[in-house]
């Protein structure tokens, strides 16, 4: 090739960007196209029609539903009590972690089964258990039924295990070398906790808190029975929607439902980006 031509060459790529590679095979295709069908019927179709039905009324029925006091306090308890949840559970998710990770003691394989009950637990089932220790009736003295610190117990028992089981894996995989080499240059326990062991457990506490903030703005069954659903009190979005819908108002419930959406995506795709920093500086 001459001279000429490379310098053409050159400003052709320059004018255009090369195309991305790509390493598909024709079965690998085949499965890629298999799962993005999959996933647009499951999720991608289902939330533009609540997004397009959100939309039906313009912004003057997005105004009208969001500035209802009931369904404006409704959302204002839900996330607040999902962050302060999000936040707990980044802390004693994180401490549980390293305690069934980094100690023996008599009845971790129970405590390892108890942290995964909220999974298997049907959320009513969850919502009666709370009622029962946490109700009138309270064996253990303690009645919080109908009132806001329900709903972040409510959340707070659904949302358990996100932190603890993305935690505990990347706690297992730590090579405890690095520790010890840190120890052995004079670091102290809590350098050695804040400097080597947190940020390696940063992506996946992240990666738990998102998790969990996504669960709990969207529970229901868990607190309908002990939070009493009190307008302008205890009331959460899941149990706003389903007022709006028993009510026949389709487009008001989408209006709700496409914010809590926003929302999920904003914390999520936050989270995600501090993930990805993180472990690129690791």
Known sequence: MTVAQLRNARRFLGGRRALPRTTLRRGSGISLGVAVLW???????PLAAVVA?????????????????Q????????????????????VMGTLIAWVLVRDEFPGKRVVEIVIDVPFALPTIVAGLVLLG????????????????????LAFAFVTLPFVVRAVQPVLEELDPEIEQ??????????????????????????AGAA?????AVSEYG??????????????VTSVRILTYIENGQVAQASVVATVLLLVAFVVIGTLDFLQRKVTRRG
């Open 53 to 69: 039905t959100a939309a039906n009324g313009g912004w003057a029925g997005v105004v009208t539903t969001l500035s209802n006091p």
């Open 211 to 215: 998790l969990s903030f996504a669960r």
């Open 71 to 90: 369904t404006l306090a409704a959302i204002r308890l839900t996330l607040a009590q999902a962050a302060g949840v999000t936040v707990v559970n980044v």
């Open 181 to 206: 080499a840190a120890r052995s240059l004079g670091a102290s326990e809590a350098q050695n906790l804040v400097r080597v062991v947190l940020p390696s457990l940063v992506p996946a506490i992240a």
């Open 133 to 152: 220790l946490y109700g009138p009736r309270s064996p253990l003295g303690f009645d919080v039924s109908n009132t806001r610190s329900a709903v972040f």
């Open 39 to 45: 996933l647009s019927l499951l999720v991608l179709i």
């Open 222 to 235: 868990s607190l309908v029975l002990i939070s009493g659903n009190l307008a302008l009190r205890t009331e």
